[in-house]
């Protein structure tokens, strides 16, 4: 049964602060998402990674995934308040199928 | 723009009525779609897993009877939430599984989500 950890579960930054996110799974998949969620709404698709050293960027985060060591990591450079929000890592267990870890929810404050 | 479209996104219903949530792919074909179910402050949660053409496959402790699920087509599945009550009550999500551009990956597009109050 395919497992997905999340750490920390919350997460309280000051605006300028560099800190990473990451996501265990306990067994073998290809692909990772991480996705945000805002209070209320659905899931915004942030990151598809779909091979080993796969490295991704959009603005202040970056996303990795190490398929070996069965671990992505979300990082986020020099927070700001905008990025306060749930982010979540989903493993796909089979097609479409994903599993989620419990979320990261985010506050950044000034 | 939205590439998965869910309606209702929100609904107040009474207790012991029937509710009806779909959920379109609007650019592509999925023949898989998916429904989760999140309460407040936790993660979501595969409720059960929808294959046009065919019975839907749910997840152990989900009942099949109470959530009925029809994918009658390649762009539609549709969550109907028989007999509810309060304990009903979450967050209900679906997504489809598909390819949006050619050349492009094959991956879950998530709807917006539909709020079920049941007073």
């Known amino acids: 049964e395919l497992k997905v950890e999340q750490n920390p579960l919350f997460l309280s930054m000051q605006e300028g602060k560099n800190y990473t996110i990451y996501c265990n799974y306990s067994t073998t998949s290809d692909r990772l998402y991480w996705y945000r969620q805002d209070p209320g709404k659905s899931l915004e698709s942030l990151f598809v990674?779909?091979?080993?050293?796969a490295v991704k960027q959009e603005g202040r985060l970056m996303a990795s995934l190490d398929t070996k060591a069965r671990l992505s990591t979300l990082h986020i450079t020099a927070a700001v308040h905008d990025l306060s929000a749930t982010y979540f890592c989903a493993v796909e267990q089979s097609q479409g199928n994903l599993i989620f870890g419990k979320g990261t929810k985010l506050s950044v404050k000034p | 723009g939205a590439v998965v479209s869910q309606h209702p996104s929100r609904v107040i219903c009474k207790s012991g009525t029937s509710v009806k949530i779909e959920c379109r792919s609007l650019?592509?074909?999925?023949?898989?779609m998916f429904w989760y179910r999140q309460f407040p402050k936790q993660s979501l949660m595969l409720m059960a897993t929808s294959n046009e053409g065919s019975k839907a496959t749910y997840e152990q402790g989900v009942e099949k009877d109470k959530f009925l699920i029809n994918h009658a087509s390649l762009t539609l599945s549709t969550l109907t939430v028989t007999s509810a009550h309060p304990e009903d009550s979450s967050f209900y999500i679906c997504?489809?599984?598909?390819?949006?551009?050619?050349?492009?990956?094959?991956?879950?597009?998530f709807g917006q989500g539909t709020r079920l109050t049941v007073v």
């Open positions: 650019d592509f074909q999925a023949t898989t």
């Open positions: 997504s489809a599984y598909g390819l949006l551009h050619r050349g492009g990956n094959t991956e879950a597009f």
């Open positions: 990674l779909l091979s080993n050293g």
